[in-house]
């Protein structure tokens, strides 16, 4: 029992990260350079030094959130694309109340600005969540398309409303007292990772030991039962993503109100889809979670070490993430293919 | 008024050849969420295999190829592996993403794209891939209605055990769905970058891929509502430019989620009384 569980968590995903760097070497070379030379500059660029070792925890912290957010929505049947969506609109909130609201002090504004983070990426949640329930909406679609739509309000608001000056396209800065408080000095490492830490353990809790959690899990397994027992379906969905959005809103304020300190047209690094791969690889477990985070953070981290002193594009480390969750989904090796899922 | 035409047939065609790939293989029952993916894979192919071989024609084969190649792994890993389809899908959006901008930064070099003598509009200003795609619209239509692959395809998505039970393959009829619809989706990515722009650019497709998924549902998953509902979305993006064009007062960006807003809106619309197959996306496991 306890080696097959062991196999199941650690062996698969080894044997597909094994793989998938096997592949990506393969394009590395393709393009005439030397993968394990790529590869070494990947490893010293992600954990070899304590200042790339900070960033790589920066991202870690940003992944763990991203990732609880799709674990949450998956575990309850539906499937939110649009984490990245939830996080500019999160960020959109948190610059606003960071750079306006000035009254405020020190923490309590810190407080507010990333409340109001987490309030706008519910929002959009249970707009998602509304037009599945309301109208049956396909939530793949309408959340890939709230993610256009809020890149370009972004992109209208820094080059519009809230640009600072007529150069360049962002925001203004938002003030120190909404800033995230440092928590290693000399690096961008903030609270962000002890929120994190902290959000993952709330997250195992609720799925494993409370009501709430139990209820959900029924209707992400199987609706229909769920409805016969007298659970309510559309109120559970809801909520789940209520909550998967204002994970993903969090997402968006801690990269604003602790790295960015503004809004930026791209700021965004693409955690939405990466939180995806990383609950996938851990399998919706919260230490699952917490150890691809880390991974997939020192993997972004290097990736742009690697663009940074070769010539191999950072983008192979995407190619390198999607054949992970590609071997992770079919589970070629697992015997066990009967497990309940839906699409 | 023909000028309009025109545009919105020109602005509609990558759509309407990937929504038409969509339906065959969502009428036989596998989501096909990696559309988006497996469009900026025929893009890129196309404009790769133009780039090398020196001709268009050859260009498309190529891409047609390596289409073909990328959906039997999709249909591999969601019918015989049984993969979750949806996850597949965005798994495979995420690999077209990373491959073609890899390779077309190894290749093209950063930042500068390969301008490629594409179709040439020759018959009342449109492209041939326009022809092509209308032409397709009425095969198709042909093909699922009144041949027998078209209907044991379309039996598959809709109650696969009677087909499983008649002592036909269902594995390998949505194999083949999925492989001709992903040739059908590369065709329309070929049309994007190679008669509608002419080049290949990072994320070219800019979410066409869903927006086609839209138009499938829309379209009550028929070749003719497809094509319908694709002239919409086509019209929509048309609308954008021009407004884009003459009211420059108005803030760009905010002219640019028309197309995006009018998905979701579709998206509603269908949703409510959706026509999709009563199998599609659920996982068949075989008698045999």
Known sequence: ?343 | MWDFFIVIFRDSTSILLVALGILIMQLGGVINIGAEGMMLIGAFFGILGTFLSGYTGLGILIALIILAIFGFLFGLMTIYWKGNQVVVGVALNLLAEGMTTTLSRQIFGTGSQSTIQGFKPIFLGVSVMTYVALALVLALYFFLYHTNLGLRIRASGEYPIAVDIAGIDVYRVQLTAVVIGAMIIGLGGCSLSMAHMNSFSELMTGGRGYIALAAVALGQYKPIGVLLASLMFGASNTLQYHLQASITKFPAPIIRIIPYVVTIIAVIISGKNSKDPSALGKKYIKFS
């Open chain 1, 1 to 343: 029992m306890i080696r097959s569980k062991l196999i199941q968590y650690f062996l698969y995903p080894f044997i597909a990260i094994m793989i998938a760097l096997l592949i990506g070497a393969l394009i590395i070379l393709s393009g005439g350079n030397n993968p394990l030379e790529a590869y070494r500059l990947m490893l010293e660029g992600s954990i070899g030094t304590s200042q790339t070792l900070a960033e790589t925890i920066v991202k870690t912290a940003s992944l763990i959130i991203a990732g609880a957010s799709y674990a949450f929505a998956y575990r309850c049947g539906m499937l939110n694309i649009g984490i990245e969506g939830q996080m500019l609109a999160g960020a959109i909130f948190s610059t606003w109340i960071g750079v306006n609201l000035t009254f405020l002090p020190g923490l309590l504004h810190l407080f507010i600005a990333v409340i109001g983070g987490i309030l706008a990426g519910a929002l959009l949640g249970c707009f998602i969540a509304f037009l599945k329930n309301r109208f049956g909406a396909n939530e793949v679609i309408t959340t890939v398309m709230m993610n256009y739509v809020m890149l370009f309000i972004v992109e209208y608001l820094v080059t519009g409303p809230m640009r600072e000056a007529p150069e360049f396209p962002q925001s203004a800065r938002v003030l120190p007292s909404a800033g995230f408080p440092v928590l290693i000095p000399g690096t961008r490492v903030n609270i962000g990772i002890v929120l994190a830490l902290l959000l993952i353990v709330l997250y195992g809790y609720y799925w494993k030991n409370s009501k709430k959690g139990f209820e959900m899990r029924i209707v992400g397994e199987n609706p229909t039962v769920a409805n016969s027992i007298g659970i309510n379906v559309k109120q559970n969905r809801m909520l789940a993503f209520a909550i998967s959005g204002s994970l993903g809103g969090l997402v968006g304020s801690l990269e604003i109100l602790g790295i960015q300190k503004r809004l930026l047209q791209n700021f965004s690094a693409g955690y939405g889809f990466d939180g995806i791969a990383v609950a996938l690889l851990g399998k919706n477990s919260p230490i699952g979670i917490m150890l691809s985070s880390f991974l997939f953070g020192a993997m972004k981290t290097g990736g742009n070490m690697v663009q940074m002193f070769s010539s191999v594009p950072s983008s192979v480390v995407m190619i390198i993430q999607a054949i992970i969750i590609l071997l992770m989904a079919i589970q070629v090796f697992s015997k066990k293919t009967k497990e309940l899922e839906r699409a």
